[in-house]
């Protein structure tokens, strides 16, 4: 393999200048120790109660779709949820309506402390419904989640055409957050791949609606996280797939090269199908494109890194990204939409350091990844504190000519490496939802999503840090620039400022007329952080 000199001599931004911390108190070297060994109880416990589970669901899911298909009624499930929203009526509750579905399963930072006894409703709402290819649609139940669609999906030669990574990831949490994948920059983000929903109401009553029928309803329910009803059904688009992703990695030097490749192929007029960029350090990064493949050609080599005992795709690409030419694969279609799942991208470089060595692929790789959900439930209080403070996992939605600029904040802020690099679009349509509309009258604009998760620069070195403040800073910088912050994540904003950042106009007029005022309970009291209930020391106490 002929390697490439990597960019260490060209110039990178001082950090800032940060007093040092005083030696750490014997508390603190304790929960360092905790933190730091943590990934024992993780191969111990969450790796085998996770394999348990998805065991669970993978036969149940099977059985559904085979042995009890004729049993299963999705009119009569809504009908229940139906009947227990009544009987929550009844009841006089003054607590707003929430699903029961415990806050541990959530793919999100945040606590559901505001779910009780008496406003929590049963959603049973797992199966695929229907898939007509005909109209290159599937109809879903909003609890179905990403690795149970793409392996109904895929071996029948077809796929949505926004897959979103982790396993976990459910229709419904990304109908009402966000979704996004190396394809949005054709598709846009998940939400955009929607055809129609059918939702339950404040009223009680379940109402379909697409962009022909009640688009006020439709176009409000992204970035609603809830806060106008219970989805019921899911209906998306599909595409037909082949079998292989030829994959072609590129090796960035510089920051211009990077932001400069990027931009290039995410604005084509024909871009590839996949695109996506891993920023190593401020200079030296990977950008990856893809395109869908009938068979392995003569110009790569074939790699089923979907395999337990292949290495870490992040990690593989590093080693590709020291070479000083491109390199072609061929990788199964699923192996490659889900290439971070195995590894949570790099968060597990942190939650099992010995993760991508050799002899624990080997021995027990098939037991990844650990789900995020079981890694939530065995935190205890101290470790999420001690997570909150030290640790930041952030997606920032930017227009893509801001980049650069985006770059170098994270640079200054966080000092966070890797970094990853998703391109995507934000559509106009009508009505216009929390997205404001492309400028210059455009019906399509470029974004790109930085996602920052790991530990500080500072942190590592000892410093004083202030991830909150830290947070707020780059908030503001997005407010500014015509940007966006997943709201899966910790935010420091205000409603008012939430507000700004987002035209929530559309969602809150459909609030009204649907009835989900004073039913449900609104996205800013869900998805921002209540200062007031938060002593000095305490972040994991969330609304």
Sequence with gaps: MTTAKLSTALPVPEPRQRKKLAPPTSQEKF?????????????????????????????????VRTVLSPLRSHE???????AQIQKWRESGSKNFLCSRRPAFLQVTLRDGVYKHKDNAIDLPLYDILELDTKKRTVKVEPSVNIGQLTRFLIPKGWCIPVIPEYDDLTMGGMLNGYGIEGSSHKYGLFNDIIVSVDIIVGNGEVVHCSREENPDLFFALPWSYGGIGFAVMIEMQIIPVKKYCRLVYEPMRTVDEM????????????????????QYDFHNGILTHGDFADKVGSDGIY?????????????????????????????????YLHRHT???????????????????????GWLMP????????????????????KHIAQDYLLPLDKLKEGLELSHDVYEVYPLWLCPHAVLKT????????????????????IGIWGVPGAVQRREVYDAHVANREYETWLRNNRGYQAMYAISEMTPEEFKEMFDMTLYDAARKKYGSVGVFMDVSQKVLVNKSKLGSNDFAKLV
Excluded at 303 to 329: C, Q, S, Y
Excluded at 371 to 384: D, E, G
Excluded at 430 to 449: C, F, H, M, T, W
């Design 259 to 278: 932001v400069n490749r990027f931009t290039e192929l995410a604005e084509s007029v024909t871009p590839p199908e996949y695109l996506e960029g891993i």
């Design 342 to 364: 195995r590894s949570l991208y790099w968060e597990g470089d942190l939650i099992i350091p010995i993760g991508n060595h050799w002899l624990f692929r080997h021995t027990l």
């Design 76 to 82: 009569r499930t809504v009908a229940n949820i139906q």
């Design 303 to 335: 790699n089923a890194m979907g395999k337990w005992w292949k290495p870490w795709f992040h990690r593989h690409a590093e080693i590709l990204m020291k070479k000083d030419h491109p390199t072609v694969e061929y990788i199964p279609l699923r192996d």
């Design 31 to 63: 929960e360092d120790f905790l933190m730091d060994n943590r990934w024992l109880a993780v191969i111990l416990l969450v790796l085998p109660l996770n394999y348990l589970f998805t065991s669970y669901w993978g036969l149940r899911d099977f059985l």
């Design 370 to 389: 650990p789900s995020v959900s079981f890694l939530k439930l065995t935190q205890t209080k101290s470790q999420r504190d001690h997570y909150f403070h």
């Design 430 to 449: 009508s009505p216009q939802g929390a997205l404001r509309a492309p400028i210059n009258n455009k019906e399509i604009e470029q974004y790109v999503d």
